[in-house]
């Protein structure tokens, strides 16, 4: 394995990146931010993305995630070389495969917890009721059962971020992705909500990919991946 | 929640933009959906089924001027003609200036057999007309009128002259049902009437109504009798009845393309303010539509819902806009139906209604696709990067 090369331990692989590279274009400037990325991250692993802004950690998050694609080498997630598909294929692996957690929330204003919740299930083709009962048990799991008429102007940054966590489990993806997800909260929410990932990585077998800045939140991970300029600088295993 | 639920709550987002785009289109469709019906009212008038075998003899100098009535000997001597009415406009009103309504002195013995289609003869009895004909201050009127008033027969209706200084009083000898609400806000009396009474119209009328048998012999009338005045003291201008409505219509001026005109400068107005209203509305919502596209809605999807908002706008400013203007047809035809009785039969047909809803429809779609498709073309990562 190269220095840009990292195998986070046993297991089947859910995400696998060989050679993976980004580059933007400013005019006719080319701008690597990602360089040759080789990664297995097995299934049921908590990672914590970490390192300096312009890394990279946010676009190998994006591409892992299916909403961005890379500028050369293969990445297979949950099973699906993701070059392979278009952009329809795509999205609906994404709401097969994936949910999402952002740092600001991103919860519909104009609809209530449970229907913010329910949204991705209105692509699923399940009946009115099943995706009633899916919403219930996921607004459960994050206890905000008794929140789910609230818009979110009438929730706490926490609630609406408990609220988005229920709507990225609403689906049972196998792979969470989260974007700096404490990063608006204050430190007993940031709590909560990571103490909330973390039992879903634990108790339900959810693989967790994170990007923090948060030397706290990234404790939470059992791995934690540094980038460096676009390439992986370092894994470490995170002992509790 | 269903779809039609997710579109309608974005829909009220900015519950004031929305109500204000709502508005803004409920007033053009109102506006466009009126002078449309306006247009349909003018061509009926000038296309009146009934007008087919029916010529209207006028001095060529305008309807102002007069003719003699002795030219009906002329005109009855003609093989192709089957009656001959002398018509004067009267221009008096009931009681008050605003009760204007229109109003003819016209030659008694001949009325019925030119205008029967219009006087519903089958519902009229031959005792009824005896009566009327008896009685030289009687009149007749038209049903609409007759209810708008509470006339019955036998009540005395006085007149007041706008243009010839009398003021008839006149005994309704017959109140009379029509196929079009317009010719039932039409009052006839004799003409004696108005020859007795104003001293300077004795001999003399406004044109001359000729029932011809055969529609084919018009062209031939008209060239005939044109040639037998011309250079006489009271040229004629012998026309159809349609060109003669159709030059009473354009004396409001070139109507039609004053109301084209409007109608695509309301249209283009209105396509300017709802295409920057969505444009505004889709271009802040971009994070949202990148969450959306994130959690797997594809492009296409969400360009759909996009659509469908501004659609759905449209709709209910458009369905709005059209009820309205048949509120305002109901009071038009009230208000103008007697003083002009075209606008008696004035409706927002259900062609127009149509037309109104596709075009607001075409305007929704028109104004929402562009910056629905840019939104869902921007790449997913920078939507997200604007969140915040």
Known sequence: ?????????EGEPIITLRGIAKSYWRETLEIPVLQGIDLEIPSGAFVALMGPSGSGKTTLLNLVAGIDRPTGGTLEVC???LNDLDDDELAAWRNAHVGFIFQNYNLVPVLTAFENVELPLLLTGLGRRARRELVAEALDLVNLTDKQWNYPRQLSGGQEQRVAIARAIVTDPDLLVADEPTGALDAKNAEEVLGLMSRLNTEMGK????????????HQARHQIHLEKGVLDRAVEVNR | MRWLALIWKSLLRSRRRTLLIV??????????AVLQSLLTTLDSVTNNPNSGNRLAVRHKSGITQMLPRSYETYLRQQPEVETVCALQWFGGYYQDPRNFFANFASDETTIFQTFREEFGLSSITEAQVKEYLRDGAGCIVGETLALKNGWKVGDVVPLTGTIFPINPRLTIRLIFKSSRPSDENVMHFHYKVLEEGVPRMKGLTGAFWVRVHRPEDIPRLIDRVDRHYANSAYETLTETESAFNLAFVKMLGNISAIIQGITIAVVLAILIVTANTMGTAIRERGPEIAVFRAMGFSASRVLSLLLAEGVLLVALGAALGILLAQAAAGGVRGALGAVMPFFADFEITSATALLCLVGALAVGLLSTFIPAYAATRRPITEGLRSVG
């Open chain 1, 207 to 218: 693989t967790i990919v994170m990007v923090t800045h948060d030397p706290k939140a990234a």
């Open chain 2, 23 to 32: 508005g803004s289109l409920v007033l053009s469709v109102f506006t466009v």
């Open chain 1, 79 to 81: 099973g699906h070389e």
């Open chain 1, 1 to 9: 394995m190269n220095a840009n090369a990292f195998d986070l331990g």
